[in-house]
């Protein structure tokens, strides 16, 4: 018995390694559809507060940006609070105008040794590379059907 | 002749199950009586829960019990359909048996490290990681996250399945059972665990339902007993599956049923695949406020019998939530009951540990 | 001479930092997928050591619950020079999303200095390759090492609050009882046919020998104790759930009890579990179960200190908002 975990363990050394050798480079962990950090579009964002009310972790507040937004004229955007958020994913899902995303970024590329790093304000939340997209709302939200079937 | 002693044991021990502590009491090197000492992981979810809305209360359902959060989050998905009073679709019925058994094989993959570790034992723990991350890969995958998954969600389930699902799915079952051969082979199959296991920590099925103990520890004494075959809820009644149980009730035995498990689970996921199509309805729109009533669900989870009992006044968040813990009798009355009728040694108590595989988080909860 | 010397020293200490094997909490499932072959730490000079006192570093996986705060001191304390605390997970750094939590700490920093941060909720393995990778690279740069903070007066000033919040609490006078209750045991008063459970209600005076005469018809398992607090009506109500392990039908003995005067006879003695449920809802609830030999603090002790905090007139998030986050529920 011991000696046919000897033959397979032989085995797999003689195979490729299974250690992924220098994660930075691999990405051994990304997928798809994988929920990382949001992104903000800020021409879309009208300031419903609907993700800060949906929000279970209470990680987004509304707060006041300079600038000229004509769909949004309180000038209300969501900060959102990096280090206290889950990544479920539902203020994505609940967002009436489309305005969040949600990235493939995740506590890799947040790593800090300061952790004041982390509490994204709007401007910083709608300069993130759009080619990272993973969730959209499409995915998440609610195709009608009726209650029974 | 020994004097009797205490002996403080864990929570920062590498034996212990988790954050966990006990004290013990010894005469000579013999284990006598085991007083748990809990609350290193407590957070208080049943009040966190009434704070929340219905609709992102299931981020908090399925936290306190990391190695197999979707039995419980499927369980709690179940308790609102009840008091929402919805009919999720056959799909979502389907996929959520899916998740919930691909769960029990993660944790039960996690238990091997416990398991073999308990025992000395490396190599098995290596390939069982390997295992595990092949799991998770797929949850990733699917859901978007490899450990907390919140995709078992009132109504359904919370997205449409990537292209692809069904193939990859099963390829995964075959991988998973290959490997799980394998690690089968190199921990069953060793001398040295089968001396450190065998006639160790022996208990009967019927006295441990008596003791509240359900699940694996029930099984591996040779009673047939499965909330997945005597209450069946999504639909489990309409795949086939075995029930698996041991003979002598003791360390060895319920290693082997949790082996067992972990094909009928994939057992059960080639056939419920089948039934998760593409393009299909996954998700019933619930509404923000719930009707007054009661939500009840039993589930097996990988450790047991686990319910979950929602009450609600109507209004937007619920009123009372109530969960039942698998571990709690596994750790207080079930190790008691070994400790007073065989003599264990401090030596064996991490095997005896390992072999009711207890979830800590889920007694402080 | 001298700095050549301590280079060589903060180089060879990068090379082997031990980690105490401490899991506190949900972030150290991800551990194993780092330290076996997955992403194998040990190519980074990485171990987890049982012992504090070989140990260079430990680290904050996910949230603080009060007891493993002070466990945690106590190892850090033991841990010899220089030693390091780094933090994973979202709960380490903010409270997370157990911020209305009132059996956790919100904040590593209030009691360590920290070295790192990796946010996520779960950090995936390759996310602590970021701080393992990072820590190592400042620990060869001469990392000073991290000290404990002023956390006594602190925990105190906490603890001390909610003890008067309980004394205050318990010298209130409870609401009169205002609730309709007809007992309909043996029948039914719900039944759930697909869940094969029956809920049924019985007097508190009757509820052992009830429970006693189902315990000898084959409801051999009592599953859980389930209470539900009604401060408008003045009473607590109690499921006793338990199962028929013949067939698998499940009854839930439905009783109340005034709040004013929270006593039921205790079942320890039908049910041997019942000793734990019991004691678990006697600490979060404030019922008292007569004859029980040990009713006591439990999961709770240490963790809290005021009243029973799953009574639904114990407004906890309000408190903890108050007191760990200044007031403000969106801050940190």
Known sequence: MVLSTIVKSIEYMLKRPYTRLVPAKSRPFKTERLRGAHLLDMSKCTGCSMCQLVCPANAIDMVEVEGNYPQNPRRRFPRIDLHKCTYCGLCVEYCPFNALYMTSITGFELYTRDKKTTLKTPLELSKVDPSLITVRREMLAVKEVKPGG | MAGSYTVYFGPQHPGAPGNIGFKLELEGERVVKAELIPGFLHRGFEKMIENRKWENSYVLSYRFCVEDPDSLEVAYAEALDKVFRVEPPEKARYFRMIQAEFSRIASHMFWVHFMAGSTGLRTPAYWASAAREEILKWFAWVTGHRVYHNFSVPGGIRGEVPEGFGERTTQLTYLVEDIVKDVEKALLGNRVFKRRTRGVGVIKGDVALKLGATGPVVRGGGLKYDTRKIAPYERYDKVSFEIPVGEVGDSYDRALVRFREVYESLKIIRQAVLEVRRGEPYRVKVPLTAPPGRGYARVEAARGEYTVHVVSTGGRSPYRVRFKSPSLPLLTTVLNYILENEEVTIADLPVIFASLDPCAPDIDR | ?332
């Not at chain 3, 049982?50 to 009060?66: E, H, V, W």
């Open chain 3, 1 to 332: 001479m001298a700095s050549v010397m301590k280079r060589l020293v903060n180089w060879a200490r990068s090379r082997s930092p031990w980690m105490i094997h401490y899991c506190a909490a949900c972030g150290a499932i991800e551990f194993p997928m780092l330290v076996m072959s997955p992403l194998d730490w040990e190519r980074y000079g990485y171990m987890p050591v049982p012992s504090p006192r070989q140990a260079d570093f430990i680290a904050g996986m996910g949230y603080l619950t009060r007891k493993t705060v002070k466990l945690m001191i106590n190892l850090f304390r033991q841990t010899p020079n220089p030693k390091y605390v780094v933090a994973g997970c979202n709960c380490t750094a903010t409270g997370g999303l157990y911020w209305d939590s009132y059996a956790t700490f919100k904040r590593l920093d209030d009691f360590f200095t920290v070295s790192g941060w990796v946010p996520g909720c779960m950090p995936m393995p390759d996310d602590w390759t970021a701080l393992l990778v990072d820590l190592r690279r400042q620990v060869e740069g001469g990392l000073k090492r991290d000290v404990l903070k002023d956390f006594e007066s602190y925990i105190k000033s906490v603890e001390e609050e909610e003890r008067k919040w309980a004394k205050e609490y318990y010298s209130r006078s409870q609401p009169p009882v205002n609730y309709s209750f007809k007992e309909t045991y043996p029948e039914c008063e719900e039944n759930y046919p697909d869940l094969k459970l029956c809920v049924t209600s019985v007097g508190r005076e009757k509820l052992r020998s009830v429970l006693g005469e189902l315990k000898s018809k084959g409801f051999q398992l009592l599953l859980n104790i389930d209470a539900v607090d009604y401060p408008k009506n003045g009473v607590i109500e109690l499921y006793y759930v338990v199962e028929n392990t013949g067939d698998g039908s499940q009854m839930a003995v439905k009783t109340f009890t005034p709040r004013g005067d929270p006593v039921v006879e205790s079942v320890h003695d039908i049910y041997p579990n019942a000793l734990y449920i019991e004691r678990e809802v006697y600490e979060m609830m404030g019922v008292v179960f007569r004859g029980h030999p040990d009713l006591r603090k439990w999961i709770l002790d240490g963790n809290w200190e005021g009243p029973p905090p799953l009574r639904k007139d114990v407004d906890t998030a309000s408190y903890v908002v108050k007191t760990f986050y200044k007031g403000d529920r969106y801050g940190r």
